[in-house]
C-alpha cells in the first residue's frame, strides 16, 4: 500500500502537474519518451528516498513509543518490597495485641494489592483513578503510622477527568511518605491537590516532613523519580515537567503536563 500509492501518485501526478503548469500545453520533453522516461525515474527514485526515509522515522517513532511501553509495564510490576514486608510484620505483631486492627491492616492491604495488579493489565487511567489507588495506599498506612500520618486530597471534577499515564501519581506519593513523613518522629501531614490552569494540568503532592535533602540527599536523584521524568518526555516532550521544591518544613513535588480528557480504566473499588 505505502509503496504503490505513491507510484501511482507520481504517475498521475507528474504529467498532471506538468500541464498545468505549462498552462494546458505539454511541453516538448513531457511528449518525447527519451527524456520524459530519464524524468519519470529520476521522480520514482526521489519519491521512494522519502518513502524510506518516512518509513525508517515511524518505525524509529513506534520502538521508542513500545520502549517507552515496557518501561512502564516494567515499573507497573514491581512491587516496593520495603512496603510490603514492613505491612505483613505490623500485621504479624498486631495479630496477638489488637486482633482487630490486624484485620483491619490485612483488609486494607488486600484491596491496595487489588487495585495495583488491577492496573497492570491496563496502560491507560486517569487522575481519578490514581487519587482513589494514592488515597487506599495512605489509608492503608494510616493503619500502620496511626496519628502519626495525615492526608488531604483536594482535586475538581475537571482534574480528575484527566488522562494521565498509571503508576505516574504513585511514586511521589510514596516518596513523601518514606523520605519525608516516616523518619519524622511525629510524623507529619501529606496533601495531594490538582487543577486544570490554561489547558495544562497541574499535579502536587506536598509534605511536612524532613525535606528535600533530609540525610545528604536530594529526592530527585532517586531512580523512581528519573524514571517519572523519562516518561513525561516520552509523551508530551518539553511540554510537560517534574519540578520538586524544598518547603519550610518539607518538601513539594509538582506534575505539569498538557490536559487531555481521558477514559478511565477499571475502578480501584
Do not use: C
Amino acid at each position: 500500500f505505502f509503496t504503490g500509492v505513491p507510484l501511482f501518485g507520481l504517475a498521475i501526478g507528474w504529467p498532471l502537474g506538468v500541464w498545468v503548469a505549462s498552462s494546458g500545453q505539454l511541453p516538448a520533453w513531457a511528449t518525447d519518451p527519451d527524456r520524459m522516461v530519464p524524468a519519470l525515474l529520476l521522480g520514482l527514485f526521489i519519491s521512494l528516498g522519502l518513502f524510506f526515509f518516512f518509513d525508517a522515522k515511524a518505525r524509529q517513532a513506534l520502538a521508542e513509543k513500545r520502549a517507552a511501553e515496557a518501561q512502564l509495564r516494567l515499573l507497573q510490576g514491581q512491587m516496593e518490597p520495603h512496603f510490603l514486608f514492613n505491612t505483613l510484620a505490623n500485621v504479624l505483631t498486631l495479630i496477638d495485641l489488637e486482633p482487630a486492627r490486624a484485620k483491619a491492616m490485612l483488609e486494607a492491604l488486600t484491596d491496595y494489592l487489588r487495585a495495583t495488579l488491577a492496573g497492570l493489565r491496563h496502560d491507560r487511567s486517569t487522575l481519578g483513578r490514581e487519587l482513589e489507588l494514592a488515597q487506599a495506599y495512605l489509608q492503608l498506612l494510616q493503619l500502620r503510622m496511626d496519628d502519626r500520618l495525615r492526608f488531604a486530597i483536594d482535586a475538581d471534577e475537571q482534574a480528575r477527568s484527566a488522562a494521565l499515564p498509571p503508576l505516574l501519581l504513585q511514586p511521589l506519593v510514596e516518596n513523601a511518605i518514606q523520605h519525608g513523613l516516616e523518619p519524622k518522629i511525629e510524623g507529619g501531614l501529606l496533601q495531594i491537590s490538582a487543577r486544570v490552569v490554561n489547558g495544562e494540568l497541574r499535579v502536587s503532592v506536598r509534605d511536612d516532613g524532613l525535606g528535600l535533602h533530609a540525610g545528604g540527599a536530594g529526592r530527585g536523584n532517586g531512580v523512581a523519580l528519573a524514571n517519572i521524568r523519562e516518561r513525561l518526555n516520552a509523551l508530551h516532550g518539553e511540554g510537560a515537567a517534574l519540578s520538586l521544591q524544598a518547603l519550610q518544613p518539607g518538601t513539594e513535588a509538582t506534575l505539569r503536563m498538557p490536559f487531555v480528557a481521558g477514559k478511565p480504566g477499571p475502578s480501584v473499588a
